[in-house]
Structures are given as C-alpha cells and as structure tokens.
C-alpha cells in the first residue's frame, strides 16, 4: 500500500526566503506525482504535475522535482511571499492496479510572515 | 469552461438527516472523483467514476453513502442519516483517461450537529 509522507508538518519563515518542502512516498511504481496548494477550508488548486519519466518541472517561482527510484520529490519555492502562506500537498498516482487513484501526503503549512 | 464545480459549498446538518452534494466536472473530462478530507489530513480516495460508470468504492463509502453520474455528465453524493463522523470536507476532481493530473472543485464543507 503506497504511503505519502511531507515533512515538515509546518514552516514558518520570514519573507523573501527560499525554502524547500519535501515529499517521500513507499512505493516506487507511479504514473505521476501532483503538488497542490489548498487555502483554509478551500479546495486544491494544483501546483505542477511530474510525470514518471520527468525529473522535475518548474512554473515561476516553484519547482518541483522528482527522484522516483528514491521515492522522493521536493517543491522548491523562491522569494517566498506572503500570498505563498497556505497549506502544500503531494500526491502520487499510482502504476498498479488502482492506478487512477491519488495517495495524498497531509500536507505542510507554509506560514511566510511580511 | 470554469473547471470543476461543486454545490454547495458549506452544509449544517442535523445527525439523522439525509444530504445530497453536486458535483459538475470539467466538460471533457470522462473520469471523476470523490475525495473526503478531515481535518490535518490529507484527502482521501471515496469513489470513481468512467463516464457513468461507477468502477470502485472505496471501504471508506459505507451503506449510508451512494453516488451516481447519470449520463456521465454531473454526479451527486448522497448521505443518508449523517453522523457526526461525517463531518468533513468532500473534494470532487475530474480529468481525462491518460497520465493526466486531477483538477479539483472547491469542495463542500459538511457539519453534522
């Protein structure tokens, strides 16, 4: 069964600041990995979506990267603003028989203070 | 096309009643989906469709839970006689066959008092 962990929880940085969030899932067999971004009691807005075969994919000031032997990707975000303040998920579809469903992580709170 | 939309987005409800969401996917997209979402938690797989097709239902969907895509076009989810474990944010997505990425709704808010 796929397992989608984001570390940190929770971050808290002052603005203008680079910052890395992370994602690590169990099972390396996957057709993509989707970030999304969810303001509070709001619905996901999707970020960049990586398909097995990419290393990463970048839009603006994020960029996502993608290393599925490890079973890790990473969400890069530059000069981070206020507006960036939100909660960040990943989620992995999945190779396998199931493989149109979405395993999501629980998510990292992004706090970028002015 | 405006993507996915869902209806209505916040729902108060009394344990034992019965609650209908709507879901109406982007036009092209033949596959859809219903997500549940509790607090610090990431969402959560409920059911699947292809076209009109309902292909799985995941163990989360009880006997009091049932969705329909009549024509393959909107779908509803319907709970019969809440619970105050229902309580949570009900994500529908939509997006094509292939190695596409989901496009999410707003969501529906649900509280059971």
């Known amino acids: 069964k796929q397992e989608v962990t984001q570390i940190p929880a929770a971050l808290s940085v002052p603005e203008g600041e680079n910052l890395v969030l992370n994602c690590s899932f169990t099972?390396?067999?996957?057709?993509?990995l989707q970030w999304f971004r969810q303001d509070p009691g709001k619905g996901l807005t999707s970020l960049l979506l990586?398909?097995?075969?990419?290393r990463e994919q970048t839009s603006g000031r994020l960029n996502a990267s993608l290393d599925k032997s490890s079973g890790r990707s990473t969400l890069y975000i530059a000069a981070s603003q206020p507006g960036d303040s939100a909660t960040y998920l990943c989620?992995?579809?999945?190779?396998?028989?199931?493989?149109?469903?979405?395993?999501f992580g629980k998510g990292t709170l992004l706090t970028v203070n002015p | 096309d405006t993507g996915v939309s869902q209806d209505p987005r916040h729902k108060i409800t009394k344990r034992g009643q019965n609650v209908t969401f709507r879901c109406d996917p982007i036009?092209?997209?033949?596959?859809l989906y219903w997500y549940r979402q509790t607090l610090g938690q990431g969402p959560e797989f409920l059911t699947y469709?292809?076209?009109?097709?309902?292909?799985?239902k995941s163990r989360l969907l009880s006997d009091r839970f049932s969705a329909e895509r009549p024509k393959g076009s909107f779908s509803t989810l319907e709970i019969q006689r809440t619970e105050q474990g229902d309580s949570a944010m009900y994500l529908c997505?939509?997006?094509?066959?292939?190695?596409?990425?989901?496009?999410f709704g707003s969501g529906t808010r649900l509280t059971v008092v």
């Open positions: 989620a992995v579809r999945g190779s396998g028989g199931s493989n149109y469903k979405l395993t």
């Open positions: 099972d390396s067999a996957i057709y993509n």
């Open positions: 990586i398909q097995s075969s990419q």
């Open positions: 036009s092209e997209h033949n596959r």
């Open positions: 469709f292809q076209n009109e097709a309902q292909l799985e």
């Open positions: 997505a939509s997006n094509e066959q292939g190695n596409y990425g989901y496009t």
